[in-house]
């Protein structure tokens, strides 16, 4: 937690800049944060990414600078790595990653050069930027191909996977994704790889909280490489981390550094190692089930009012609404939302007819909620509100919708009023 004192420093020194922090953390306190990418890290995981740390260089891996003046440095990135490689059951592990598209560049370096053929999920069927979508530098240096969803069921087909990917040899399969509400067959995956020679990535920056939780497969042993940010479902700062088995460890790290960065973030690397060391206690397991328990139970309540879901459900952390059947797009729906103190993300669906500025899709999920302690009861009201606020604004009523939102944000504030909010510095 920044203390009293740091706060009041900080007001002292910055009062303009202290007071957007004061603002910020209002909002995240009286919201109803429902982006299924965020989430509420911790008092202790806080205070380590917001210490000293930040004022020392340390290229390099523990053991191998090319600074001075490591021996606490280099002790904090060895439990980082450690407690990594125990709670994932991992060979090796990277935790120096500034976030999770600078990881997954560190693994094209390391494994492909330019022009290699590489694959991916498309990114509006709910893949990655970095996974060889055409404005990121993925799929501009490589050639990528890309495989989507299913159309009558909105979801991944491994046999088309597997044909798209022995038509093509890529040398790289990616799978995992940021808008994907089901499971991701690793071993289905890691069989295609084998069967056409490519190194299989696994990018669970969504999902890794999940994955250590026992709340969704692992991909360790299935996947040569899996990538992760840290600051997702896993809990922890804005960072990522890359673990490889053996025969990656050295090629990755050496992509990381010198190939890709400078120094290492050492506070990060303080506020994983911390994030980690929550991540291994069993509250932990019930945390990533309760995020899954809520989502099915959201999931549930909207599919009652008439919402209608890509792929019909949810198996994970997230939910990913088509808007079509209401009568609005994503974006007015996610502004009003917004408005009544419900923060969602607008998205495009699988073969949405409407622009990426201008989708037809909702996505949210239950992370932070669950990190607040919410449930089943919570998750009812959350979809009755949702229901609301998104029939209102489908209507060309501006009065009725006004009056809708000021009356579900009264209730969101009342309800936020009733839930701690980890890591904020008041109650
Ligand atoms: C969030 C995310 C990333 C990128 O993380 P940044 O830290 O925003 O760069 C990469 N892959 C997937 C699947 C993600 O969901």
């Given at each position: 937690?920044?203390?009293t004192?740091?706060?009041?420093?900080?007001?002292?020194?910055?009062?303009e800049?202290?007071?957007?922090?004061?603002?910020?953390?209002?909002?995240?306190?009286?919201?109803?944060?429902?982006?299924?990418?965020?989430?509420?890290?911790?008092?202790?995981?806080?205070?380590?990414s917001?210490?000293?740390?930040?004022?020392?260089?340390?290229?390099?891996?523990?053991?191998?600078?090319?600074?001075?003046?490591?021996?606490?440095?280099d002790?904090?990135?060895?439990?980082?790595?450690?407690?990594?490689?125990?709670?994932?059951?991992?060979?090796?592990?990277?935790?120096?990653?500034?976030?999770?598209?600078?990881?997954?560049?560190?693994?094209?370096?390391?494994?492909?050069?330019?022009?290699?053929?590489?694959?991916?999920?498309?990114?509006?069927?709910?893949?990655?930027?970095?996974?060889?979508?055409?404005v990121?530098?993925?799929?501009?240096?490589?050639?990528?191909?890309?495989?989507?969803?299913?159309?009558?069921?909105?979801?991944?087909?491994?046999?088309?996977?597997?044909?798209?990917?022995?038509?093509?040899?890529?040398?790289?399969?990616?799978?995992?994704?940021?808008?994907?509400?089901?499971?991701?067959?690793?071993?289905?995956?890691?069989?295609?790889?084998?069967?056409?020679?490519?190194?299989?990535?696994?990018?669970?920056?969504?999902?890794?909280?999940?994955?250590?939780?026992?709340?969704?497969?692992?991909?360790?042993?299935?996947?040569?490489?899996?990538?992760?940010?840290?600051?997702?479902?896993?809990?922890?700062?804005?960072g990522?981390?890359?673990?490889?088995?053996?025969?990656?460890?050295?090629?990755?790290?050496?992509?990381?550094?010198?190939?890709?960065?400078?120094?290492?973030?050492?506070h990060?690397?303080?506020?994983?190692?911390?994030?980690?060391?929550?991540?291994?206690?069993?509250?932990?397991?019930?945390?990533?089930?309760?995020?899954?328990?809520?989502?099915?139970?959201?999931?549930?309540?909207?599919?009652?009012?008439?919402?209608d879901?890509?792929?019909?459900?949810?198996?994970?952390?997230?939910?990913l609404?088509?808007?079509?059947?209401?009568?609005?797009?994503?974006?007015?729906?996610?502004?009003?939302?917004?408005?009544?103190?419900?923060?969602?993300?607008?998205?495009?669906?699988?073969?949405?007819?409407?622009k990426?500025?201008?989708?037809?899709?909702?996505?949210?999920?239950?992370?932070?909620?669950?990190?607040?302690g919410?449930?089943?009861?919570?998750?009812?009201?959350?979809?009755?509100?949702?229901?609301?606020?998104?029939?209102?604004?489908?209507?060309?009523?501006?009065?009725?919708?006004e009056?809708?939102i000021?009356?579900?944000?009264g209730?969101?504030?009342?309800?936020?009023?009733?839930?701690?909010t980890?890591?904020?510095?008041r109650?």
């Amino acid at each position: 937690m920044t203390t009293t004192n740091a706060r009041a420093a900080l007001h002292a020194a910055d009062p303009e800049l202290a007071g957007l922090i004061d603002a910020e953390e209002r909002r995240q306190r009286e919201t109803l944060k429902l982006i299924p990418s965020e989430n509420y890290v911790s008092a202790a995981v806080l205070e380590a990414s917001g210490t000293v740390l930040t004022n020392k260089y340390s290229e390099g891996y523990p053991g191998r600078r090319y600074y001075e003046g490591q021996q606490v440095i280099d002790q904090i990135e060895t439990l980082a790595v450690e407690r990594a490689k125990a709670l994932f059951g991992a060979d090796h592990a990277n935790v120096q990653p500034y976030s999770g598209s600078p990881a997954n560049l560190a693994v094209y370096l390391a494994t492909a050069s330019p022009g290699d053929t590489v694959m991916g999920m498309s990114l509006p069927m709910g893949g990655h930027l970095t996974h060889g979508w055409k404005v990121s530098a993925t799929g501009t240096w490589f050639r990528a191909v890309q495989y989507d969803v299913r159309r009558d069921t909105g979801r991944i087909d491994l046999d088309e996977v597997r044909e798209l990917a022995l038509a093509e040899r890529p040398k790289l399969i990616f799978c995992g994704g940021t808008a994907i509400p089901r499971t991701i067959d690793f071993a289905g995956f890691a069989a295609i790889a084998h069967e056409v020679g490519a190194v299989l990535v696994a990018d669970i920056a969504h999902i890794a909280g999940l994955v250590v939780g026992g709340a969704h497969p692992t991909p360790v042993g299935h996947a040569d490489i899996v990538t992760t940010t840290t600051h997702k479902t896993l809990r922890g700062p804005r960072g990522a981390m890359i673990l490889t088995t053996e025969e990656y460890a050295k090629p990755v790290d050496k992509a990381v550094f010198p190939g890709l960065q400078g120094g290492p973030h050492n506070h990060t690397t303080a506020g994983i190692a911390v994030a980690l060391g929550e991540a291994a206690q069993p509250a932990f397991k019930d945390y990533a089930h309760q995020v899954v328990a809520n989502a099915a139970t959201l999931a549930d309540e909207l599919l009652a009012r008439g919402f209608d879901l890509v792929s019909g459900g949810t198996d994970n952390h997230l939910i990913l609404i088509d808007l079509t059947s209401k009568g609005v797009a994503g974006k007015p729906a996610a502004k009003a939302l917004d408005r009544a103190g419900v923060e969602t993300n607008y998205n495009t669906v699988p073969f949405d007819p409407r622009k990426p500025f201008d989708p037809s899709g909702l996505r949210i999920g239950t992370p932070a909620l669950t990190s607040r302690g919410m449930g089943d009861a919570e998750m009812r009201e959350v979809g009755r509100w949702m229901d609301e606020v998104v029939t209102a604004a489908a209507g060309d009523d501006e009065d009725a919708l006004e009056a809708v939102i000021a009356r579900v944000r009264g209730e969101v504030t009342e309800l936020t009023g009733r839930f701690a909010t980890p890591g904020l510095t008041r109650p």
